[in-house]
């Protein structure tokens, strides 16, 4: 899976968890639906919206981008439904183009030891997919408590 296709997968799921959300909080304002589904929805919701957070981040550091556009690309996140139109302006710059790096290349900042451990874990999917689960789980647990 490339970096484009993670993330506009990535992207597209945070619109459709927000759907999700905003609907279920009128359902529950408009005709008393369930606060379990509510909630079920809404941690649906949050484990979406850092599986976008990592994702974004992952992609922004594979492919080299500012730091600017990094946050911008999590904190979008935020604003409902904003991960679609970011998506498509990073698709028609480019900017998501290109594979996963797993080698270093002539960039200089490719001999960053960040970017070492990245290309280790790019490398390693099912340790990274591992240690991110278990990172965000963490993260869940800890924003839930």
């Not at 949050?46 to 957070?53: C, D, E, I, P």
């Not at 922004?60 to 690309?73: D, F």
């Not at 698709?91 to 960053?112: C, I, K, Q, Y």
């Amino acid at each position: 899976m490339t970096p484009r296709t993670l993330f506009r997968r990535f992207a597209f799921a945070e619109a459709v968890t927000w759907t999700l959300l905003i609907g279920g909080l009128i359902a529950k304002a408009t005709i008393g639906a369930p606060q379990p589904l509510v909630t079920a929805i809404g941690g649906l919701h949050g484990a979406v919206f850092l599986g976008y957070a990592v994702t974004a981040a992952l992609v922004a550091v594979n492919q080299h981008w500012a730091l600017g556009k990094t946050v911008l690309s999590v904190a979008l996140a935020i604003v409902p439904f904003a991960t679609i139109p970011f998506e498509i302006r990073l698709n028609r710059d480019a900017s998501l183009d290109g594979p996963w790096r797993v080698a270093a290349g002539t960039d200089p900042r490719d001999a960053h030891w960040f970017d070492r451990l990245f290309r280790w874990f790019i490398a390693r999917p099912l340790v990274l997919v591992l240690t991110l689960l278990v990172v965000l789980t963490a993260v869940f647990s800890f924003l839930l408590a």
